[in-house]
């Protein structure tokens, strides 16, 4: 797998747990407007409620000030539901710009089918720019960072690098976590001496963990 179907592959699992994680959020913020929903308004649980010199001259409420306590709330809009939506519907959008996706109603699924059936390099270097960018603003607004692991002291892959530092990418299950530099060192294309195949000048250093951390 190349460097560009690797970051796509990243990418599309990074999204994942991020939309994973709004949907929880889109749940919670529902059952949080139900239960409003069911509360009382404010005016029935006024200690004032009944007593003359608040309500007239009666000590029972009027029928049209119960009717206008009693009336119901308009729900609060979930904008976590909302972003979600918007999420998903992007992606049913890139799904759409790729012929060989698969027909289905999941479309992180098709443009995650898809990845490594694309044969042209710019068209992988553009999924992965769709579903990094929405991954960011996603992570950005449930307040999450990237999904990585820091570890020191291992000597990045890339031997032109000097750097001993390296991410581990571990969204997504582990047979597709990756490894990044910590310094985000770059491939310099034919000759560079870091391994992978289909090396592209200026494209982020990536390898599969498996290929890096051998006893992992």
């Known amino acids: 797998m190349t460097p560009h179907h690797l970051h796509a592959t990243a990418a599309a699992w990074s999204l994942k747990t991020a939309l994973e994680h709004l949907a929880q959020l889109a749940d919670d913020e529902a059952a949080h407007i139900a239960a409003e ?3 009382a308004p404010a005016l029935l649980h006024s200690p004032a409620w009944g007593r003359r010199h608040t309500l007239g001259g009666h000590g029972d409420p009027t029928p049209g000030l119960a009717a ?7 729900p609060r809009r979930n904008r976590w539901a909302d972003m979600h939506t918007r999420s998903l519907r992007k992606l049913d959008w890139l799904a759409l710009q790729l012929p060989t996706a698969p027909a289905g109603p999941n479309p992180w699924w098709r443009i995650y089918d898809t990845i490594p059936r694309v044969t042209n390099a710019a068209t992988a270097a553009a999924i992965t720019r769709h ?4 991954d960011t603003c996603v992570r950005a607004a449930v307040g999450c960072g990237p999904q990585r692991e820091l570890l020191d002291d291992i000597a990045c892959p890339n031997p032109r690098c000097a750097q001993r530092r390296i991410h581990i990418q571990t969204a997504g299950p582990p047979e597709v976590w990756t490894v990044i530099c910590a310094a985000g060192c770059r491939c310099v294309g034919q000759g560079c001496g870091c391994g992978m195949p289909g090396a592209v000048k200026g494209v982020a250093h990536i390898w599969p963990r498996a290929a890096v951390l051998h006893a992992a």
């Open 68 to 74: 206008v306590t009693t009336a119901p709330r308009a």
């Open 131 to 134: 579903l990094a960018d929405e």
């Open 37 to 39: 929903a069911l509360e």
